[in-house]
């Protein structure tokens, strides 16, 4: 079965600091991965997505994300954070031959100090 | 476009009532699921629809809960009798899949369930 785990449950940064979210999956297929956003009291948005060529993508709002298949990872990454990128982050993967069963990290809460 | 429609965006209950969740998946997305989230467990998946029929049940935590797709537009998550411990935001979603890329999951705003 697949699952998904996140590095970090809750990390504390202040504004301008760079950010990394780790994610790590246990499957050994081709999968897609995503990260998803949720802000306090909203529902979950799609930040990025990978299906297939370059590793690294570029998402939304200046979020990027680098795919090591060798390791399993897909960390999130951010060169300098906002206040209003207070959240929670979630990393999901799909194996392709699990339909369409996404799977869902446990969640990373960021909280941007001012 | 509409995004996935939801409701009741709140509902406070009483143990023992019955409770309808209620959502509308994105016109032409041929997938459906239904999530709940909880500070203890997260975000769960509880069955996904595909062209209407049930694919997946096997998150759904007991037969006191059930879902429905009647028709592309409209599904139904049902607990019945509701416990306390059934308290949780539950998530509608929406995808368009097929082939080799997954369609990204289009959520909607949740329905916070509240069960005394």
């Known amino acids: 079965a697949q699952s998904v785990s996140q590095h970090n449950h809750h990390v504390i940064l202040s504004e301008a600091a760079s950010l990394e979210l780790g994610c790590n999956y246990s499957?050994?297929?081709?999968?897609?991965l995503f990260w998803y956003v949720q802000y306090p009291g909203q529902h979950l948005q799609l930040l990025l997505k990978y299906f297939s060529g370059d590793p690294l993508v570029k998402g939304i709002k200046g979020f990027e994300a680098e795919f090591i298949k060798s390791k399993f990872s897909f960390n999130l990454r951010k060169p300098s954070v906002q206040w209003s990128d207070t959240a929670e982050y979630f990393c999901?993967?799909?194996?392709?031959?699990?339909?369409?069963?996404?799977?869902f990290g446990p969640g990373t809460r960021l909280s941007v100090l001012p | 476009d509409a995004g996935v429609i939801q409701s009741p965006r709140h509902e406070v209950t009483e143990m023992g009532q019955e409770v309808t969740l209620r959502c509308k998946p994105i016109?032409?997305?041929?997938?459906l699921f239904w999530y709940r989230q909880t500070m203890m467990r997260g975000l769960e998946l509880l069955i996904y629809f595909n062209n209407n029929v049930p694919i997946d049940d096997s998150g759904m935590p007991e037969d006191r809960f059930s879902a429905k797709m009647p028709n592309a537009s409209f599904s139904t998550l049902k607990i019945q009798p509701s416990e306390p411990r059934d308290s949780a935001v539950y998530f509608c979603a929406s995808s368009l899949g097929g082939g080799a890329k997954t369609g990204e999951l289009f959520f909607g705003e949740g329905s916070r369930l509240t069960v005394l």
């Open positions: 999901a993967v799909n194996a392709r031959n699990y339909g369409q069963n996404f799977v």
């Open positions: 016109s032409g997305h041929d997938y």
């Open positions: 499957y050994g297929g081709t999968v897609n």
